[in-house]
């Protein structure tokens, strides 16, 4: 007989092996997991996704699942619902459109080339870390206009992340408590990695400028906790993210070099005679987008979704209970052979329509920073190809680690310009 927790053994040994073995096994579209005592579903089929994810709120919301990350980002646009989430949206939407967020290339392209050039005195990094403060660098620069973050101050953030990030990812699916010790020793942990964030993100904002989204939220007139707390989800949001697709994303560049000379041919198209990117032509750069598209398919950041049945309910045939998670892995999904060809192989010209694909999530509350993170993407894409040959130091990187976002393993890269340097690539390269 089935133990009411006999699936938290697989899952916390292997979760991202579990949801994918689950899924792609399932012989019916929802399949009931035996996670806790709550009724805890695997959505295994992609029509699922839009009746879930687009469901009133009353029926089918954000759950304890998702409330459980409110010990860092407390009462934000991810963790509420209703009138207040909706206001939050509207004014980050304002800022953050897909039209919008061309507004910031230049900002961004230039941060990149910056980062690019300190790479390349080094010679040799490690992917994840150089992005990480990349992508830290963009969202500060967004958020609270240029320049205003130390690098003790990013240290900071990094550091504070790391120093939470395990912790909560183990805490979600928990079923039975900490002793109280651990819990004590854990506590502590995430009130200083708060207090680390939240000091950093005052001091940005004492600087902030105007023409930043600080003060379109500033106009909703939140209380200074809930403010507080928005902040420091777009920062977490909008870099974490980012930084770990980034990482990927700068790894695959450095291991196909035909891939790096076609995206420098489009790194030039899409430039004007100075050299300086032109907005209005990444939209239709397909060799950028469908390698920043592929990236987000292997290694989605957001790997695993939830949302709770608000009341009982009918779903595939199934009457499902109040309280009953269901979980959406964008990892099963862009990795099942049901779905696509060849999962595991890297193919950026693939077409990336239809329900199984969900980097950004899906419905009203899919990703309000999409256009930005799509944009920071394709920007590294190019302007690393553009002026640098990259080269993988291991040639099979590990597999990522399933953490509150998918993290990626040590991935250490050695970087040339190629403007100066002899390239280290055969003709194929084009240089
Ligand atoms: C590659 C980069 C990114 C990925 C893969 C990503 C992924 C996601 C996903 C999957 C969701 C939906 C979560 C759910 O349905 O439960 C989400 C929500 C959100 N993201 Fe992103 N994101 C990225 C970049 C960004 C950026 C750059 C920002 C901010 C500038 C941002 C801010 C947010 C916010 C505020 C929400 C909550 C939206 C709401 O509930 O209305 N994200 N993101």
Redesign the pocket.
């Given at each position: 007989m089935k133990h009411w927790f006999s699936d938290l053994v697989a899952f916390q040994r292997d979760p991202l092996n579990f949801f994918l073995e689950r899924g792609s096994n399932a012989t019916e579209p929802l399949v009931p997991l035996s996670m806790g005592p709550y009724p805890v579903m695997l959505v295994a089929d992609p029509n699922l996704i839009k009746p879930i994810?687009k469901a009133d709120e009353a029926e089918i919301d954000?759950g304890r699942l998702?409330y459980k990350l409110r010990e860092i980002i407390g009462r934000s646009?991810?963790t509420l619902s209703g009138e207040s989430?909706k206001a939050r949206?509207a004014a980050?939407h304002q800022q953050?459109a897909r039209g919008l967020a061309t507004s910031y290339v230049p900002q961004i392209s230039a941060l990149v080339r910056q980062q690019a050039a300190a790479l390349a005195l080094e010679e040799k990094f490690d992917a994840h870390h150089a992005t990480s403060r990349l992508t830290l660098r963009v969202?500060c620069t967004?958020l609270f206009g240029p320049n205003v973050l130390t690098r003790a101050d990013e240290n900071m953030l990094v550091e504070a992340i790391q120093l939470v990030e395990d912790d909560l990812a183990a805490d979600i699916f928990k079923v039975l408590p900490d002793l109280p010790w651990v819990r004590r020793r854990k506590k502590a942990r995430m009130q200083r990695g708060r207090d680390m964030m939240t000091f950093v993100v005052n001091r940005a904002r004492a600087k902030a400028s105007d023409a930043s989204i600080l003060r379109a939220l500033e106009d909703l007139r939140l209380a200074p906790d809930e403010f507080g707390d928005e902040v420091l989800?777009?920062l977490l949001?909008?870099h974490h993210?980012?930084g770990t697709?980034a990482a990927w994303l700068l790894y695959h560049l450095a291991s196909d070099p035909v891939l790096a000379a076609r995206l420098a041919d489009e790194a030039e198209r899409v430039s004007d005679d100075a050299g300086e990117v032109i907005p209005g032509r990444l939209a239709t750069a397909p060799v950028s987008l469908g390698f920043v598209r592929e990236v987000?398919r292997l290694y989605?950041?957001?790997w695993w979704?939830?949302r709770e049945v608000q009341r009982p309910l009918e779903l595939a045939g199934r009457k499902l209970k109040r309280g009953t998670s269901l979980l959406i892995s964008p990892w099963h999904l862009h990795r099942d052979p049901r779905f696509w060809d060849d999962p595991l192989v890297f193919n950026i010209e693939r077409k990336f329509s239809g329900a199984a694909y969900?980097?950004?999530?899906a419905g009203p509350?899919?990703?309000?920073?999409?256009g930005?993170?799509m944009l920071?993407?394709q920007l590294l894409a190019l302007d690393f190809a553009a002026a640098y040959s990259l080269l993988p130091l291991r040639v099979q990187p590990s597999d990522p680690k399933p953490s509150i976002t998918l993290l990626p393993p040590d991935l250490p890269l050695h970087i040339k310009s190629r403007a100066t340097g002899r390239s280290m690539w055969p003709v194929t390269h084009g240089v």
């Amino acid at each position: 007989m089935k133990h009411w927790f006999s699936d938290l053994v697989a899952f916390q040994r292997d979760p991202l092996n579990f949801f994918l073995e689950r899924g792609s096994n399932a012989t019916e579209p929802l399949v009931p997991l035996s996670m806790g005592p709550y009724p805890v579903m695997l959505v295994a089929d992609p029509n699922l996704i839009k009746p879930i994810m687009k469901a009133d709120e009353a029926e089918i919301d954000k759950g304890r699942l998702i409330y459980k990350l409110r010990e860092i980002i407390g009462r934000s646009s991810m963790t509420l619902s209703g009138e207040s989430h909706k206001a939050r949206r509207a004014a980050l939407h304002q800022q953050l459109a897909r039209g919008l967020a061309t507004s910031y290339v230049p900002q961004i392209s230039a941060l990149v080339r910056q980062q690019a050039a300190a790479l390349a005195l080094e010679e040799k990094f490690d992917a994840h870390h150089a992005t990480s403060r990349l992508t830290l660098r963009v969202i500060c620069t967004i958020l609270f206009g240029p320049n205003v973050l130390t690098r003790a101050d990013e240290n900071m953030l990094v550091e504070a992340i790391q120093l939470v990030e395990d912790d909560l990812a183990a805490d979600i699916f928990k079923v039975l408590p900490d002793l109280p010790w651990v819990r004590r020793r854990k506590k502590a942990r995430m009130q200083r990695g708060r207090d680390m964030m939240t000091f950093v993100v005052n001091r940005a904002r004492a600087k902030a400028s105007d023409a930043s989204i600080l003060r379109a939220l500033e106009d909703l007139r939140l209380a200074p906790d809930e403010f507080g707390d928005e902040v420091l989800l777009l920062l977490l949001a909008g870099h974490h993210t980012t930084g770990t697709a980034a990482a990927w994303l700068l790894y695959h560049l450095a291991s196909d070099p035909v891939l790096a000379a076609r995206l420098a041919d489009e790194a030039e198209r899409v430039s004007d005679d100075a050299g300086e990117v032109i907005p209005g032509r990444l939209a239709t750069a397909p060799v950028s987008l469908g390698f920043v598209r592929e990236v987000l398919r292997l290694y989605p950041s957001a790997w695993w979704l939830s949302r709770e049945v608000q009341r009982p309910l009918e779903l595939a045939g199934r009457k499902l209970k109040r309280g009953t998670s269901l979980l959406i892995s964008p990892w099963h999904l862009h990795r099942d052979p049901r779905f696509w060809d060849d999962p595991l192989v890297f193919n950026i010209e693939r077409k990336f329509s239809g329900a199984a694909y969900l980097p950004f999530g899906a419905g009203p509350r899919a990703c309000v920073g999409m256009g930005v993170g799509m944009l920071e993407l394709q920007l590294l894409a190019l302007d690393f190809a553009a002026a640098y040959s990259l080269l993988p130091l291991r040639v099979q990187p590990s597999d990522p680690k399933p953490s509150i976002t998918l993290l990626p393993p040590d991935l250490p890269l050695h970087i040339k310009s190629r403007a100066t340097g002899r390239s280290m690539w055969p003709v194929t390269h084009g240089v």
